[in-house]
């Protein structure tokens, strides 16, 4: 089509943007020839998607879906114009909703945010190409449960003698932290059995994948950097209970999702006694939510990057020829590097 083109983002500080704020950036093209566009659109689309299959006792195969829509804006950059031979480029601006899902994909599920610049030439065939750059979003979430929360743990061994009980208190200080935040678990161990007894505190991972018909498909994956283990608790202790703080860490990438029909993505803190054989272990999951509340960060930054006002302009910024869209990179960067300082861009 004789066309290429980058996208080039504002450059954030974490590298994401956050919902409620944003998408700024830059539309760079080039065309090696004088073309007539019937229109240059440009426009920010997130979407989400899951599906899984299962097969039952007699192999029929059955395959479950769902998808949604969080954001569709288009705008034009040009309309049934001449553009001629060389580089333009033209800045864009679009906020993100306030509620909507954080970026993320695996086998099962896609929550995608991207830039799309859509050239439409004025011909019979309209013939067309579209660019695309994708958009790295975090999405707001919100409190699950009080803090702090309290919680219990009991179980009773087969005994044909005396009691037979472990009884777990436990307190988590916060149930809402950061990505990367430590959670803090309080415990008090009584162990009035025969055997000895340690308890474990771990996160999980818990995703559970929703249907347009709202069957379900749960997945579960216990994070193993996250594992606490305490000292052995020893037998008959009842009077000497354990105390113990455990501090269970989270990792930078866990996010809860929310906001979203397809996924619910939840973190729990699960207690275990680890009993021995032949007793069944004891475990309780408390859910937990990882991320940032909007108030954290305060008010969505506006009224920086590209004006409205200039939305429509096209710069010509020279009509000579690259042989390939690396050397006309590399032969433009000086030209609007002052531009890209005033706007931060990366």
Same mark, same amino acid.
């Given at each position: 089509?004789?066309?290429?083109c980058?996208?080039?983002?504002?450059? =954030?500080k974490e590298?994401?943007?956050?919902a *409620?704020?944003?998408?700024? *950036?830059?539309v760079?093209y080039?065309?090696d020839?004088?073309?007539?566009?019937a229109? &240059?659109?440009?426009?920010?689309?997130?979407? *989400?998607?899951?599906?899984?299959s299962?097969?039952?006792? #007699? #192999?029929?195969? =059955? +395959?479950?879906?769902?998808?949604e829509?969080?954001v569709?804006?288009?705008?034009?950059l040009?309309i049934?114009? $001449?553009?001629v031979?060389?580089t333009?480029?033209c800045p864009f601006e679009?906020f993100l909703p306030a %509620?909507?899902?954080t970026?993320?994909?695996?086998s =099962?599920?896609t929550?995608?945010?991207k830039?799309?610049? @859509?050239f439409?030439?004025d011909n019979?065939?309209?013939t067309k190409?579209?660019?695309?750059a994708?958009?790295?979003?975090?999405?707001?979430?919100?409190?699950?449960?009080p803090?702090?929360?309290i919680?219990?743990?009991?179980?009773?061994?087969?005994s044909?003698?005396?009691?037979?009980n472990? #009884?777990?208190?436990?307190?988590?200080?916060k @149930?809402f932290? +950061?990505?990367?935040? $430590?959670i803090?678990?309080?415990l008090?161990i009584?162990? !009035? +059995?025969?055997?000895?007894?340690?308890?474990? @505190?771990?996160?999980?991972?818990?995703?559970t994948y929703?249907?347009?018909?709202k069957?379900?498909? &749960?997945?579960?994956?216990?994070?193993?950097?996250?594992?606490?283990?305490s000292?052995n608790?020893?037998e008959? /202790?009842v009077f000497?209970?354990?105390?113990?703080g455990?501090? &269970?860490p989270?990792?930078?990438?866990?996010?809860?999702i929310q906001?979203?029909?397809?996924?619910?993505?939840?973190?729990?803190v699960?207690?275990t006694a680890?009993?021995?054989f032949p007793h069944?272990?004891?475990?309780?999951?408390?859910?937990?939510?990882?991320?940032e509340?909007?108030?954290?960060?305060?008010?969505?930054?506006?009224?920086?990057?590209a004006?409205s /006002?200039?939305? %429509?302009e096209i710069?010509?910024?020279?009509?000579?020829?690259?042989? @390939?869209?690396e !050397?006309y990179?590399?032969?433009?960067?000086?030209?609007?590097k002052?531009?890209?300082?005033?706007m931060?861009? /990366?």
């Amino acid at each position: 089509m004789g066309v290429t083109c980058l996208i080039l983002l504002q450059k =954030t500080k974490e590298g994401v943007f956050r919902a *409620g704020q944003p998408v700024v *950036g830059i539309v760079k093209y080039k065309v090696d020839k004088p073309t007539k566009f019937a229109s &240059i659109d440009i426009r920010l689309r997130g979407k *989400g998607k899951c599906s899984w299959s299962e097969t039952d006792m #007699d #192999d029929n195969r =059955t +395959t479950y879906s769902n998808k949604e829509e969080y954001v569709n804006i288009c705008k034009n950059l040009l309309i049934g114009q $001449n553009v001629v031979t060389g580089t333009h480029e033209c800045p864009f601006e679009f906020f993100l909703p306030a %509620n909507i899902p954080t970026s993320m994909k695996n086998s =099962t599920c896609t929550i995608e945010y991207k830039v799309f610049v @859509t050239f439409v030439k004025d011909n019979f065939f309209g013939t067309k190409c579209t660019y695309e750059a994708e958009v790295l979003v975090y999405g707001y979430v919100e409190p699950c449960s009080p803090e702090p929360l309290i919680f219990g743990l009991q179980k009773n061994l087969f005994s044909l003698g005396a009691n037979s009980n472990i #009884d777990i208190k436990a307190e988590i200080e916060k @149930t809402f932290v +950061t990505p990367g935040e $430590n959670i803090k678990v309080n415990l008090l161990i009584y162990n !009035d +059995t025969d055997v000895l007894i340690t308890v474990k @505190t771990e996160i999980v991972k818990h995703f559970t994948y929703v249907s347009s018909g709202k069957s379900t498909n &749960i997945e579960k994956e216990v994070l193993k950097p996250t594992a606490v283990y305490s000292p052995n608790v020893k037998e008959r /202790s009842v009077f000497n209970a354990l105390k113990l703080g455990c501090i &269970i860490p989270t990792l930078p990438n866990l996010y809860s999702i929310q906001h979203t029909k397809i996924l619910i993505g939840e973190y729990k803190v699960r207690v275990t006694a680890k009993i021995p054989f032949p007793h069944t272990n004891a475990v309780v999951e408390i859910p937990v939510v990882i991320g940032e509340r909007r108030e954290q960060l305060g008010a969505a930054v506006v009224g920086y990057g590209a004006s409205s /006002s200039r939305m %429509n302009e096209i710069e010509d910024i020279g009509e000579e020829k690259a042989e @390939t869209a690396e !050397d006309y990179f590399q032969k433009y960067d000086n030209r609007i590097k002052e531009y890209k300082e005033k706007m931060q861009f /990366s």
